[in-house]
């Protein structure tokens, strides 16, 4: 059984730092591209960033311009887990933050991690 | 990279059919055939219900299908029943910068 548990989430100050981790079993985690996707409250859902990546390779990261240069998406394959660190928080980084793997870049997200709430205020 | 556009809301009377269209432009929806739609309810975590256009992953009812015209995608749900109604949001590869562009999203009441 495909399991994503979440967790790092949290209040923090505009200009901020945190990171959030995703621990993953059940499904070979290093075949799969890591995605983090948020909702920010009452709103759609919007991709920020994917990491691909073999066991022995080095990774590939890309994401969306709204988090260019503020976020870093990772992931270690020795304890299966991705990562996201997000520094110089906005108010408007305000959001569930859900993880979900993907075979390939364009591929569906069948699985998803159970969201953890990043609420970014004064 | 635009958010795909999506009609806000759509409903019918169970046993009826709805069909949610998602409009994106060449470069993402008309570009491949990598159209993928969720639904989601309240307060949970989105689930994959149509990928590659029209595919249904396992357990996915086949009450529901997907197509593709043009630039714009369609998610038909047939015999709506209660537990259809929710968020659905349609997502498209949109090339290798930002492969990930999701639609605007479209609230399905039963009536």
């Known amino acids: 059984e495909v399991q994503l548990l979440q967790s790092g989430g949290g209040l923090v100050q505009p200009g901020g730092s945190l990171r959030l981790s995703c621990a993953a079993s059940?499904?070979?985690?290093?075949?799969?591209?890591m995605n983090w996707v948020r909702q920010a409250p009452g709103k759609g859902l919007e991709w920020v960033s994917g990491?691909?990546?073999?066991?022995?390779?080095?990774?590939?990261?890309f994401y969306a311009d709204s988090v260019k240069g503020r976020f870093t998406i990772s992931r270690d394959s020795s304890k299966n887990t991705l990562y996201l660190q997000m520094n110089s928080l906005r108010v408007e980084d305000t959001a569930v933050y859900y993880c979900?793997?993907?075979?390939?870049?364009?591929?569906?997200?069948?699985?998803w991690g159970q969201g953890t709430l990043v609420t970014v205020s004064s | 990279q635009s958010a795909l556009t999506q009609p806000p809301s759509a409903s019918g009377s169970p046993g009826q059919s709805v069909t949610i269209s998602c409009t994106g432009t060449s470069s993402d929806v008309g570009g491949y055939n990598y159209v993928s739609w969720y639904q989601q309810h309240p307060g949970k975590a989105p689930k994959l219900m149509i990928y590659e256009v029209s595919k249904r992953p396992s357990g996915v009812p086949d009450r529901f299908s997907g197509s593709k015209s043009g630039n714009t995608a369609s998610l038909t749900v047939s015999g709506l029943q209660t537990e259809d109604e929710a968020d659905y949001y349609c997502s498209s590869y949109a090339g290798s910068n930002t492969p990930y562009v999701f639609g605007t999203g479209t609230k399905v009441t039963v009536l």
């Open positions: 990491i691909s990546g073999r066991s022995g390779t080095t990774d590939y990261a």
């Open positions: 059940g499904f070979t985690f290093s075949s799969y591209v």
């Open positions: 979900a793997p993907s075979l390939g870049v364009a591929g569906p997200f069948d699985y």
